[in-house]
């Protein structure tokens, strides 16, 4: 989970409707590759950073938004995919229509993967362990030791105690230049939509903001599917097509769950119900 302040213009005015006359090509969806119900915690990425809050709470995924200034949060989880449909249950739950959310396919990074040690720098470590050797202690020193006593008002070691999710707002995550890239399938409170993709904290749009009667109006929910299937990313809202584009920048990734807010009110998005299929063109 991260903040990035991205150029995300969210319109404010009127947009004419856009609709695609047709797939410029044919998708399989095959077999499903994972689920997420959000039944339980640390199955997805969670956090608490200034200005936004990640959980998974009430069997849903939520994003919430104090206040926002076109700043993206997000977060990813799970194996580095290639060719993809991500569906996703989502729901604006408070009343502000200036903001954004969806879902992120190819996202770089590596979040809730298992960690492989590096078997050289293990080998290392255990050579200097090895060749390191033990301080000799006389009985004496030893005696003193074992029955010591800590001074008045000195403090003694205690395991440290776990914090809250919620007091760990001043903890920080660092970001590589290329955390968060990926392409971004988003929707508007307000009935627009947009393909975008993220590169080097900057935004794109590779479909711009349309509007769709296919996408409901806030707080009714929507049901959202990203295909990402070679150069092919097709964009469909309540099971209708909404926008399609063919890009290449990105092959293989996780899976992301976005939000962002445009304005001071801020916003809380909940996610529920996300799958992922295998795809393929043709």
Partial sequence: MKGLQVAL???????????????????TVGDELVAYDFARGQTFEEGVLPGAVLRIQDGTYQIRIERGD????????????????VDVDVQQVTEATGNAFGVMC???????????????LAAMVQTDETETP??????AEATAENTATPEAGEVTSAPTPVADTEATAESTTTLAPTD??????????????GIFRSSGRRLQPLVDWATSDAVNISPEANHLRAVCAGDYLAFYVNDRLVAETIDDQY??????LVASTADRLGVQVNFDNLVVHTAAVG
């Fill in 9 to 27: 213009l969210l319109l404010l005015v009127a947009l004419a409707a856009c609709q695609p006359s047709g797939p410029l090509r044919s998708v």
């Fill in 70 to 85: 076109r700043e993206l949060w997000w977060g990813q989880w799970g194996d580095t995919l290639g060719d993809v449909a």
């Fill in 106 to 120: 190819r996202v770089r990074g590596a979040v809730g993967q298992p960690q492989t040690p590096d078997p050289e």
């Fill in 134 to 139: 033990e301080p000799e202690s006389t009985e």
């Fill in 180 to 193: 968060g890239d990926g392409y971004l399938f988003l929707i508007q409170g307000s009935g627009a939509y």
């Fill in 251 to 256: 092959s293989v990734g996780q899976v992301g």
